[in-house]
């Protein structure tokens, strides 16, 4: 055994790393070499013995330090990205396993608190790797392994202003982080929102990975995606409404309304919230979702529902729509989804919806107060 | 999109389980047998991203001993999974006609082995090693199935905490849940081997909740008897070896004399013949269930109803539906609905189907990673009902030895018995409902408190106890509680009830005992108003729970709007995080 991993081992990763690139530049030039896949497939499993060892030998720190090294000396990661779809099928899961420890690895000496330096190195010098990542969602073959390596990625602030933030078309450079600017909107066909196709139109199992990376991107760094959310209101909201809430796909559909509540009900959104329930035509949204034919569809709906209800501050769209529906909601309500009898809170809420509702005004009643009176609620939720 | 079902012509049904139905099916394209599982997820809660877990780690395997992943796509509400097509049935079924010899034994350990083997070195762990997840092609050739709750691991020396598997199977360090990794799977092989042998698990006429705290506690299990072979007994003592760090990989274990000596898979089509022999003696009739395509999988056109909200000045004119066409989504329950109209309002409702039946096959999963509650409050997602507590549900029902699994599956069709005949040890029947099913509300309440209070308490803290005496007495009163709850669940709400008023009453041991923070204010869920009449019932269902009130502010402008008093606590909090909003934004607010 030992002499085997001696033998692979004596091979310096920077040479791992120079052949690795040759074939990957032979195999995009001509779609079939079945020979170059091959060896493809040796190379990059050697990439992952030394990254991750074997289960009787541990990793070496200086051995990975190497090859991380190379990797970028050669600007092998970009070739990476993009060539996945290209790649036999345990190459591609072996890709996976390499990509994710280079993102992750930081030399002994480094301080814990700092970003890992290939996370640096991308969004300064190379976010074009990150943008090439979420475009793997354009290819069955790539699309889960691309969406592995890169919810790794999103976990740094900083990978997720990049995605959100590029608009580059493909073949032009993408945003350095240096150049991103918040308050700027967005025109909306940079790369995070092709998430928005990529998760409506994609066979299954690439629409959930993408949703699952979609739902990481808006939820995981609070700060970055309320300003984002803030600046971009209109736009976001149309999509989400348009494309997700609407989908065909039953998944897709359910998953959004839910993922609505959970940005809705976030602390750090409180600004977006309070403009999402000013808008009459969102509350619409919402009452459809609960007449859908589907119990989950009604049950995810709901939690967004009654967010419009218990608001204290309705605007008078919303207070208009639920005067003239009062007696159909009150019909309504006592009978939906009464077999959750088990489910305490979704009663308790469903009955505090039916007392707000009996108690809402005949006509609907101005209670914009002067500190909310800004010229409009939109621009108070963007500063 | 393409309409993927289209490609595929499903014929009878193979199965049925936790997770689903399984049909086999043609492949239209090239004519390729093939099962299919539908899961529906209208009757889960909240796992479509744990089943989109399973895809995935499923659909990055490729080898000959794990059956085969082909494709997932969505039909209305119904997820459809299609696996390669396994005739010889599994593990399970063919021990029916009686258990194999060790000659069947060995090559069934020496193919999973092989399939552990696979797994391993990606990183991932099956966790539900057992007789009924493994499949025999017609040729023989053995098949791992069902990764229902495997884990993919990110590093190769990392651990899990989770409490995942099949109770008789699981590994004293899964149920101890100080860390394990792929010498999990090891363990349950060895079970797994024994289960072939003697036709059932070790501890299989015990309750299943006792034998969590009998195999950490107790010396492994071992194989004797003058008819096994020496080399048998010392594979499965190389198996159920307590400490993992001792126990052999599934590459050591390949290396064997019991496996390295084992026949060719072939051998096995004899169990398989043996089987049909078996049915066909019986005389049984294959009771065949083709598949159907159910009615609530079709959508019906939407906005027909004449009581749908009003948006618009101009009233759409009212529509009446045609009948015949409405009334199909509708369950019998709608049938003493008294008039039409009546009917009509419910009808967008769709119609509720009862309430889903409790399956204890299916398989227990929670993430005890943390375990300090208010930790795990957090995580916890606004439904009480999507974070199913596994223990008390699924096990206190009675001996089936379930898998466990957070969550359930419902499968659509309720699983009746096809096969009044059959008999033996079944894994995935559903389990004996106790006789004495009272089903007043304390009773409710008191299987609830159990499952959800009382035998979880038992594990937790047994599992942070190291002394064995106090294991031993600690066990014993988990086991008489999980007795009290089968025989007299009313009883065990009042003990429950009146120890906790007790305790609330005595003024030094309220202050004294932790007290618990259900509410965090970022848990998106509604405050309930003073006067909303139900808050009453639920602090008495909630009783030794007490729901802190948020503390309102003197003034408030929400409440001078009129109309809106009864809203106090609500807009209290709405205020608070609204005028936080504001001193982020202007500090001097």
């Known amino acids: 055994m030992a002499f085997f991993f001696n033998r692979g081992r004596s091979r310096q990763p920077a040479d791992i790393v120079r052949t690795t690139k040759e074939l990957l530049s032979r195999i995009h030039d001509s779609q079939n070499a079945p020979k170059a896949e091959e060896d493809l497939a040796k190379q990059l499993s050697q990439m992952k013995v030394i990254v991750q060892g074997t289960p009787e030998v541990p990793p070496s720190v200086d051995q990975v330090h190497a090859l991380v090294q190379a990797t970028i000396q050669e600007d092998l990661l970009f070739d990476l990205s993009r060539s996945i779809h290209l790649l036999p099928f345990e190459a591609r899961k072996d890709t996976q396993t390499v990509f994710s420890h280079i993102l992750r690895f930081r030399p002994t000496s480094y301080a814990a608190e700092k970003d890992p330096p290939v996370i640096s190195y991308l969004v300064h010098h190379r976010p074009e790797i990150i943008v090439e990542l979420c475009r793997g969602y354009m290819q069955s073959q790539s699309a889960m392994p ?118 809705l009900l976030d602390r750090a959104n409180y600004n977006v919230m309070m403009a999402y329930v000013e808008s009459g035509d969102n509350l619409k949204l919402c009452m459809k979702l609960l007449r859908d034919d589907r119990k989950m569809v009604q049950y995810e709906g709901f939690h967004v529902f009654k967010v419009f209800v218990a608001n204290p501050n309705k605007s008078v769209a919303v207070q208009r729509i639920l005067i003239n529906n009062r007696d159909r909601l009150l019909r309504f309500l006592p009978k939906f989804l009464d077999d959750r009898t088990d489910d305490d809170q979704f009663m308790d809420e469903k009955s505090f919806l039916v007392r707000q509702i009996e108690l809402l005004p005949k006509e609907p009643v101005d209670r914009t107060r002067p500190t909310r009176d800004s010229p409009s609620a939109h621009t108070a939720a963007v500063a | ?92 079924d063919l021990l029916k006609p009686g258990c194999f010899n060790e000659a069947h034994v060995a090559i069934v350990c020496r193919e999973l082995l092989l399939g552990l083997d696979y797994l391993h070195s990606e990183g991932k762990i099956h966790r539900d090693v057992k007789a009924a997840n493994v499949l025999l092609s017609q040729t023989g050739k053995v098949k791992l199935a069902d990764f229902g709750v495997a884990a993919q691991l990110v590093n190769i020396k990392s651990q899990r905490n989770t409490f995942v598997g099949t109770p008789f199977w699981m590994a004293p360090e899964v149920i101890q849940q100080a860390g394990y990794d792929f010498k999990a799977d090891i363990w349950s092989l060895g079970i797994t081997a024994i289960e072939m042998i003697n036709g059932e698990p070790p501890h299989a006429s015990t309750h299943p909740m006792k034998v969590l705290f009998l195999i950490p506690k107790n010396p492994a299990p071992r194989l004797e008897g003058n008819e096994y072979s020496n080399t048998f007994k010392d594979f499965i003592a190389q198996c159920l070896t307590k400490d993992p760090d001792l126990r052999p990989s599934a590459k050591e274990l390949l290396r064997h004399k019991f496996v390295r000596n084992a026949g060719k898979p072939e051998a096995l089509q004899e169990l398989i013949h043996r089987k049909q022999d078996w049915d066909g003696g019986r005389g049984e009739t294959k009771d065949v269930k083709y598949y159907a395509e159910s009615l609530n999988t079709m959508t019906r056109p939407e906005d027909l109803d004449d009581d749908d909200w009003v948006f618009d000045t101009v009233k759409p004119p009212p529509m009446f539906k045609p009948k015949g066409t409405d009334w199909m989504t509708f369950d019998e329950e709608e049938e003493n609905a008294p008039d039409p109209t009546q009917m009509l309002e419910d009808m967008h409702i769709s119609a509720p189907p009862p309430p889903p039946k409790h399956q204890a096959n299916s398989t227990v999963r929670r993430v005890p990673t943390d375990r300090s509650p208010s930790v795990r409050r957090a995580n916890t997602k606004r439904r009480s009902s999507g974070v199913k507590q596994p223990l008390g549900l699924d096990l206190s029902y009675g001996n089936s030895p379930s898998t466990v699994r957070q969550f359930r599956r419902v499968s659509d069709k309720v699983p009746t018995d096809l096969n009044p005949a059959k008999h033996g040890f079944d894994e995935n029947q559903s389990p004996k409902t106790v006789a004495t099913d009272t089903s007043s509300k304390e009773a409710q309440i008191g299987r609830r408190a159990y499952s959800k209070a009382v035998g979880m308490s038992c594990q937790e803290v047994l599992s942070t106890t190291g002394d064995g005496d106090k294991r031993e007495a600690i066990s014993r009163l988990a086991e008489a509680w999980s007795d009290l709850e089968m025989v007299d669940p009313e009883g065990l709400y009042h003990i429950v009830r009146i120890m906790n ?25 509604l405050v309930l108003a003073q006067n909303n009449p139900h808050l009453k019932s639920h602090r008495r269902r909630q009783s030794y729970v007490p729901e802190p009130q948020p503390q309102s502010p003197p003034s408030v402008p929400a409440q001078a709007a009129p109309g809106m008093e009864h809203t106090k606590q609500l807009s209290d909090v709405l205020y608070q995080r609204w005028s936080e909003g504001l001193r982020n934004r202007w500090g001097g607010f």
């Open chain 1, 146 to 263: 691309c969406g592995v390596i890169l919810r790794e990625a999103l976990k740094f602030d900083v990978i997720t202003a990049i995605v959100l933030y590029d608009q580059s078309n493909e073949g032009e450079s993408a945003i350095r982080l240096s150049d991103v600017k918040p308050n700027q909107r967005q025109r909306g066909d940079g790369v995070f929102w092709r998430f928005f196709d990529w998760i409506d139109k994609s066979c299954f199992e690439v629409s959930a990975d993408a949703y699952t990376t979609f739902r990481d991107i808006l939820t995981r760094h609070k700060s970055l995606m309320t300003s984002y959310l803030a600046t971009n209101f209109e736009l976001f909201f149309a999509r989400f409404n348009n494309i997700l809430i609407h989908s065909d796909s039953y998944v897709t559909k359910r998953q959004s309304i839910k993922l609505l509540g959970e940005i």
């Open chain 2, 1 to 92: 999109m393409d309409d993927m079902s289209s490609h595929y012509q499903v014929m009878e049904e193979l199965g049925s389980g936790s997770f689903g139905v399984v049909y086999k099916a043609i492949d239209k394209t090239d004519g390729e047998i093939v099962a299919i599982k539908h899961i529906d997820l209208e009757s889960s809660e909240d796992d479509i991203q744990e089943i989109q877990q399973e895809i995935s780690v499923l659909a990055t395997c490729a080898s000959p001993y794990v059956t085969q992943y082909k494709a997932s796509f969505l039909k209305g509400h119904k997820l459809w999974i299609v696996m390669e097509y396994l005739g010889g049935g599994s593990c399970l």
């Open chain 2, 501 to 525: 008023e007790k305790l609330q009453a005595d003024s030094r041991l309220s202050t004294l005992l932790p007290s618990t923070q259900p509410d965090s204010p970022s848990r998106p869920r």
